[in-house]
């Protein structure tokens, strides 16, 4: 029977509707009235008060009554019934699950509403991604795989025009140059700052030009902001969660109709009175809304039937649409539009609740999801390699992982504990099956000598192949484009000599170091290990390659590194820095002891201090707790951590200092002699178990260098990008009312946080995201882990106490420091936290001696080494993965700001392939960036409504081999066909991707 339902509901589908999607199906809008723009949408999040299963099966309704699959299967049985019925959808996450479960019958009837553009795709994330904590690669993976998704199923017509950025706690700047060079043609926001959008509603900028990236136009986004979040008007939630209802018939009790169309008379009013055009997008939907879709449409059918009878009078025309049709009526109607620079950060829901702490919340997670993206990235380059026509299965199992993940309740730091526990399982299995992926890839390169094991616990200094075995083999991958140098660091149980051989050169004399590992180390909860001491060791290995690494124990005491004793020494040797000169010393004062780096003239110094968070009941504003969203502390200054105790070790690579602070700090700072580790401090901090015996603590490091003379300036990046300026107690749109002075000022950082003035600069990279900020002149400080007893109340339901092992969670992670001169530190801290993301792939094995031995005997052995690959130091490689049989899609950033474009002869990638077209792509990867059409905006500052995207000589002839420039209806059309030519520009600040052709 579903089937002849079906089949009938196609013919009748196929019978009334002319099959048309995109701007050409969408409905018009009369002329003389406000025409609203109605949405039907859900928000369905990947995973926050249940987990991502758990919330498609409909599972745990105790928790959340929310089941997906039964809010499609209900959405496209109602979009049957009538053909001017609409809906849009985001997640495709969870898309993807039910399309796996549907019959042919099914996937065809979807397939039709999608072509006539009722059921539209909107976003096309595989998560709606956090824009705070997210690393610029892993949003555009997980916004990449979702769009190739639709468009695989769907065609042209389930590719995305629009993002739908509705429940995100704050919006970037650099996610919007993302969409655009997407080619989407907008975008659109819930949340933003309570005071920025009550003076966007007054003053009609509700609606603006983004200059979100580089390129003039191209880096351009129309962006708008819903006026109701991406709820409904109050009173008129037709969801089975709600209890509204239109009760039409006079002749039954509790008529309300007349009621109904006052009410929504008065809302539409006050949107339209924010808006500059006569169209308004009026969102219909919610937290997972339309379980049953019927209550929904049946209402809205009321609303818009009695809306429009009256329409002459009120001047209000209603109908079904979505967010992209209302971007071509606002387009079409060529209002002018106000720019903006800036981004949309911190957030602030009421004067008291600045949604900052979820920058910092869950560290170890943040930390987990940063390697686990890393790692990604590796592991996509070694599949590429493979000669396979079609991807490896286990590759999806990390790509899926990692962009749950981005989603605004996992990265955030911001779900429940037990879902938080699923994304740890993702994440594992996730990189587990990359670690396959790779040795397998790795070990068919090099079959006499097999790595097959990795160590999930080095962030503890645990790992049982370098602990339990007198010999074994390190391998070492390098994901960077160029020859690396690193220090590759493993536990072992005993001070003693190892005999260390570069299997591929074993006359070549390894460097290395064993050192103590710090008694803070060896306390961790849970860790399970004899390893007492840490073997570092020198790893040069070429770009896309790996080397592998035979270690043998022996039996004499290791004595190269020495502990110093600081009561008879203060200073050490200098490092070098470029032309500066970086030193480290110990200062001492009384019993009080600090470490201070210095550049020329320049000291910086670090220590650690510590909010109480504020508690209240969360009834009014002033009572508002500290939680796992928001960063409220209950007072205006940080506790200080008491004075470290100092231990120095001195050895071949490396200096380091030991501080432990207290029972639940310790810091590691590490000064690296080699010159390829050189420039910069590195500190390796562990925080945990926090103590709450007398409250929750968020943990704070602060560096301070006076003679930096910042003011109130500072800069982070931008998802990892470029840096964007800030400035203490201000906003760019309107006028700040300073009602919490820390956590105001309070930013997100993903690798990057500076200040500088006209001479000196200070940079702090991290190796996750966190929260941080400059409260003085000369002053950074960073939030690094947090742990709270009270819930913030907005949703989440639990207090920020994360627990192990039956304590207080530890965390560690690291810092690096740059002190140098302003101008020289920028690029420098740019490609620092490309390696810092980019670390090198560690995988252990069996000792492979007969290997050595023969290597040793063959004196042609370097002829046989692949060709190295050596990119330009400023050209990144930010994606490299198997598109397709013999395809490749590449990804090119070229990290200097300024300066002249970068040639990068792509065939330096595939040393051993011919390359036999090169195809330029948008930035996802899944159509030609000649086949884009992006509808061009008329601004106040540029009132011309043909915009060029691309400056086109016209003087010059060109042919369809060259570029084109066209401007058709009201679009900026680019056209390039593919070449054969494997050499490329990069100009400075841009990515560009590309489709490459390998011979078969």
């Not at 999608?114 to 096309?124: A, C, H, T």
């Not at 009410?263 to 919610?286: C, H, P, V, Y």
Request: charged share 25%; glycine share 8%.
């Amino acid at each position: 029977m579903r089937e002849i339902f079906l089949f009938l509901s196609i013919v009748l589908l196929w019978s009334q509707v002319k099959s048309e999607c995109g701007y050409a199906s969408c409905p018009k809008g009369d002329p003389g009235y406000v025409n609203i723009h109605i949405v039907p949408h859900t928000h369905d999040d990947v995973g926050w008060l249940k987990t991502v299963d758990q919330y498609y099966y409909g599972y745990r309704n105790d928790i959340q009554r929310a089941g997906v699959q039964y809010i499609i299967d209900s959405v496209v049985s109602e979009l049957l019934e009538d053909p001017s019925r609409r809906f849009i959808y985001v997640e495709s996450a969870f898309f993807w699950r039910w399309w796996g479960e549907q019959d042919l019958t099914m996937k065809e009837t979807v397939r039709e509403l999608v072509n006539q553009g009722r059921l539209e795709f909107i976003s096309g994330g595989w998560s709606m991604n956090d824009e705070a904590a997210a690393h610029y690669s892993a949003i555009i993976d997980n916004m990449a795989i979702g769009i190739k998704f639709f468009q695989d199923e769907f065609g042209s017509c389930g590719r995305p025009k629009v993002g739908w950025q509705i429940d995100p706690f704050g919006h970037s700047r650099e996610y919007a140059n993302i969409l655009a060079m997407f080619g989407f043609d907008g975008l659109f926001l819930g949340r933003i700052d309570y005071a920025d959008k009550d003076k966007r509603k007054a003053s009609k900028s509700m609606e603006m030009m983004w200059k979100a990236g580089e390129g003039g136009v191209e880096g351009e986004l129309f962006t708008g902001i819903n006026y109701n979040t991406y709820f409904p008007p109050a009173g008129f939630c037709f969801d089975l969660l709600c209890d509204d209802v239109i009760m039409d018939n006079k002749l039954l009790e509790d008529y309300n109709l007349d009621q109904k169309l006052e009410d929504f008379k008065k809302f539409a009013r006050g949107q339209a009175e924010a808006f500059a055009t006569s169209n308004i997008l009026m969102t219909k939907g919610g937290d997972f809304n339309y379980q049953d879709a019927n209550t929904w449409y049946k209402n809205l059918d009321k609303l818009i039937k009695y809306m429009n009878e009256g329409k002459d009078e009120h001047k209000f025309n209603l109908f079904y649409s979505t967010p992209s049709c209302y971007l071509k009526a606002v387009q079409e109607e060529i209002a002018e539009l106000p720019t903006k620079t800036d981004d949309f950060f911190p957030y602030a829901s009421d004067p008291h609740a600045f949604w900052t702490g979820y920058f910092t919340s869950r560290p170890a997670l943040k930390g987990i999801i940063r390697k686990a993206n890393s790692l990604l990235q590796a592991c996509k380059q070694v599949e590429s390699f493979q000669a396979s026509t079609e991807e490896d299965p286990r590759l999806m199992i990390s790509k899926h992982s990692v962009s749950v993940n981005q989603h605004h309740d996992a990265v955030t730091g911001t779900a429940k504990q037990h879902v938080t526990d699923d994304y740890y399982k993702g994440l594992h299995r996730g990189m587990e099956a990359c670690h396959q992926i790779i040795s397998e890839g790795l070990n068919a390169q090099n079959q006499n000598c097999v790595v097959n094991d990795w160590c999930p616990w080095l962030n503890i200094s645990q790992c049982a192949s370098t602990e339990t075995k007198e010999a074994f083999t390190t391998s070492v991958y390098n994901s960077l484009p160029r020859t690396e140098q690193y220090i590759i660091r493993v536990p072992v149980t005993d001070n003693v000599e190892y005999s260390i051989k570069d299997i591929d050169n074993p006359d070549q004399i390894v460097a290395y170091q064993v050192t103590k590992l710090p008694e803070s180390v060896l306390l961790i909860p849970g860790r399970d290990s004899q390893a007492r001491y840490e073997l570092a060791f020198e790893a040069v290995v070429p770009g896309l390659q790996s080397k592998r690494y035979l270690l043998e124990k022996g039996a004499k005491e290791y004595t190269a590194t020495r502990k110093i004793d600081l009561a008879k020494s203060g200073k050490f040797r200098r490092t070098a820095l470029g032309d500066d000169k970086l030193k480290v010393e110990v200062k001492s004062t009384g019993d009080s002891q600090e470490i201070v780096l210095k550049s020329g003239e320049v000291e910086a110094t670090m220590s650690f201090f510590w909010y109480e968070p504020a508690v209240g009941n969360n009834e009014v504003f002033e009572n508002r707790s500290s939680g796992a969203y928001i960063f409220r502390p209950n007072g205006t200054s940080a506790v200080p951590i008491g004075d470290p105790a100092v231990e120095l070790f001195e050895g071949p690579l490396y200096k380091e200092y030991h501080l432990q602070y207290n029972d639940w700090i310790s810091l590691v700072f590490r000064q690296y002699e080699t010159s390829g580790e050189d420039g910069f401090g590195e500190l390796e901090w562990l925080v945990g178990p926090i103590p709450v015996e007398d409250g929750g603590k968020e943990i704070i490091m602060r560096y301070d260098a006076k003679e930096i003379k910042s003011g109130d300036r500072f800069y982070t990046d931008t998802n990892g990008r470029s840096l964007i300026e800030r400035i203490r107690n201000y906003r760019e749109t309107w006028d700040l009312n300073v009602t919490e002075p820390i956590s105001a000022n309070y930013y997100p950082i993903n690798t990057i946080i500076g200040i500088r003035d006209d001479t000196n600069a200070l940079w702090v990279m991290t190796d996750r995201a966190e929260g941080g900020t400059s409260l003085e002149s000369g002053q950074l400080e960073v939030m690094i882990h947090r742990r709270l007893l009270h819930d913030d109340a907005f949703g989440v339901g639990e207090a920020l106490n994360e627990q192990a092992f039956g304590k207080g969670l530890v965390v560690r992670g690291t810092h690096r420091v740059l002190l140098c001169t302003t101008g020289y530190c920028e690029l420098k801290s740019s490609q620092m936290s490309e390696r810092i993301f980019a670390e090198p792939v560690i995988q252990f094995g069996e000792p492979c001696f007969e290997q050595l031995l023969s290597n040793g005997l063959n004196v042609d052995r370097e002829k046989e080494n692949t060709k190295s690959i050596e990119l330009p130091k400023t050209i990144k490689l930010l994606t490299m993965e198997k598109y397709a049989a013999s395809q490749i899609l590449v990804r090119l950033e070229n990290l200097a700001t300024s300066g002249e474009a970068v040639t990068v002869d792509l065939a330096q990638l595939f040393p051993n392939n011919n390359i036999q077209t090169v195809e330029e792509r948008t930035l996802d990867g899944n159509v030609a960036k000649s086949s884009v059409n992006r509808l061009s905006w008329n601004k106040n500052s540029e009132p011309d409504n043909r915009i060029p995207r691309y400056e086109v000589d016209e003087n010059v002839e060109t042919n369809d081999e060259e570029l084109q420039f066209m401007d058709v209806d009201g679009y900026s059309v680019f056209r390039k066909s593919m070449s054969s030519e494997p050499s490329v520009e990069i100009q400075p600040g841009f990515i560009q991707t590309y489709l490459i052709q390998l011979s078969a």
